[in-house]
C-alpha cells in the first residue's frame, strides 16, 4: 500500500517538463529518509545521493516532468488556444478536464461539437490541436487579467484503481521510475554496498533530454541506469513491440545499452528469481539512457522499462507489481556488482 501511495502522490502533482518545481519538492520530502544529501542542481534536477563503501558510484535517472499544454492565445470570445509540451496525440484531448495554471489555478474542459452539427465532411477529418480549445467560462476581459501566453495547462486526472493491483492515471510516464527509484533506496539502506548510488530525478526528458546531460556531465558515474516505462500489450499491437504487465521490467537491449549490463541485469534476475521480460531498442532508446551514454566521455549505460499501457495519455495504467519488481531488480543489481571489476564495464 506504501508504494501505491507514492505513486498516486506522485502522479497527482504537477510537474509539467520544464515546470517541475512543485513535484520535485514532494519526491525531495519522500526520498529524505533514504539518502545521505539531496540537491537541486542550476537546471532543476533533484539528485539524492547515498554514500557507498567503494570508489565507483552509479547514476539511476527517472524524469519527473510530464507532457502537458501551454497557452498560445485567448481568443475574442474567451477560449484559450494551446500548444503541447511533450509527444501529445490529439485525438486523446477531445473532452479532457483541464487545470489553468495563471495567477490562480482554473479548472477547464476541452469541448469539442456535438455530432447532431458535424458535417459528413467533419466526420472523416481528423481532429487537429490547432482546432480546440480550453473553456473555462471567462470572458476574454476575465482572462487576461489571470492567464497570459505561456502558462502552462495540465490534464486534471485522479489515480484510478483497477481490477489486480493496476492503477490508471497521467503522468505514470515516468513518475512511476522514480517510484522505482525510492524503493530501491529503501531496500539499499538495509544492505552494504560498494558502489555510491545518484538517484536522478531528471527535468525535460519529454522536451530535450537536458536534464539528464546535465546531470550525467555533473555527477560522471562509472555506469548509468535510466529507469522508464516501454510500451505494454494491448490490443492490435505485436508482441515484439510490447511487454506484458504483472510480468516484471523489461531488460532493454541494443546499441544504446551496455552488453556487459544488459548480461548483468538477466543474470541478476535470475540469481535472485525475478521476473524479468526482454525488451529490443535497435536505435536511441528515446529515454535518458540515451542522454546518459553520450554525455561527456561516454558511460556505460542500461535501461529497465515498467511495462505501461496508453502511454502519454491521462490514462496510462501499470501494474504495481512491476514497480516493486523493477526496484528489487535494481537494488539486487548494485549489491550484486559489490567486489566486482568495474573493468567489464568500462570498455565495449
Known amino acids: 500500500m506504501e508504494t501505491e501511495k507514492t505513486v498516486r502522490l506522485l502522479s497527482e502533482t504537477v510537474g509539467i517538463s520544464g515546470y517541475e518545481t512543485n513535484v520535485a519538492e514532494i519526491i525531495s520530502e519522500s526520498f529524505q529518509e533514504y539518502c545521505d544529501e539531496i540537491k537541486t542542481d542550476t537546471l532543476g534536477n533533484l539528485v539524492c545521493f547515498k554514500k557507498g563503501k567503494g570508489k565507483n558510484s552509479i547514476m539511476l535517472a527517472a524524469h519527473m516532468d510530464e507532457i502537458g499544454l501551454m497557452v498560445k492565445d485567448i481568443d475574442k ?3 484559450i488556444k494551446f500548444v503541447s509540451v511533450g509527444g501529445i496525440d490529439e485525438r486523446t484531448l477531445l473532452c479532457q478536464e483541464v487545470l489553468v495554471h495563471g495567477k490562480k489555478t482554473l479548472f477547464g474542459v476541452i469541448g469539442t461539437k456535438p455530432p ?31 492567464v497570459e501566453i505561456g502558462d502552462v495547462i495540465s490534464f486534471k486526472k485522479d489515480i484510478t484503481t483497477l481490477q489486480n493491483d493496476r492503477l490508471a492515471g497521467k503522468s505514470m510516464d515516468d513518475r512511476a521510475g522514480v517510484v522505482v527509484m525510492l524503493e530501491c533506496l ?16 531528471t527535468v525535460q526528458e519529454e522536451e530535450t533530454m537536458s536534464g539528464a546531460v546535465v546531470s550525467t556531465y555533473n555527477i560522471e558515474p562509472n555506469l548509468g541506469i535510466a529507469i ?10 505485436n508482441d515484439y513491440e510490447t511487454t506484458e504487465l504483472g510480468k516484471g521490467p523489461a531488460i532493454t537491449i ?3 545499452i551496455h552488453p556487459s549490463i544488459f548480461k548483468q541485469f538477466e543474470a541478476t534476475a535470475k540469481a535472485h528469481y525475478i ?15 540515451w542522454a546518459i551514454q553520450i554525455s561527456k566521455v561516454g558511460v556505460a549505460t542500461g535501461l529497465l ?22 526496484a528489487k531488480l535494481l537494488a539486487h543489481f548494485i549489491m550484486d556488482l559489490n567486489d566486482k571489476n568495474m573493468e567489464d564495464f568500462l570498455c565495449y
Do not use: W
Not at 522508464?228 to 499491437?237: A, Q
Open 254 to 256: 541494443g546499441p544504446n
Open 77 to 79: 470570445n474567451g477560449f
Open 116 to 146: 447532431h452539427i458535424v458535417s459528413a465532411k467533419e466526420r472523416k477529418e481528423s481532429i487537429k490541436i490547432e482546432d480546440l480549445s480550453v473553456d473555462v467560462g471567462y470572458s476574454k476581459e476575465e482572462l487576461k487579467e489571470l
Open 228 to 237: 522508464d516505462v516501454g510500451h505494454g500489450k494491448i490490443p492490435d499491437t
Open 186 to 201: 529503501k531496500e539499499l539502506k538495509r544492505q552494504e554496498h560498494d558502489l555510491s548510488v545518484y538517484c536522478v530525478s
Open 275 to 289: 521476473d524479468y521480460q526482454v525488451e529490443i531498442a535497435a536505435g536511441p532508446t528515446g529515454t535518458d539512457a
Open 305 to 326: 522499462s515498467i511495462p505501461l499501457k496508453y502511454m502519454h495519455t491521462s490514462v496510462e495504467t501499470l501494474d504495481i507489481s512491476d514497480i516493486k519488481k523493477t
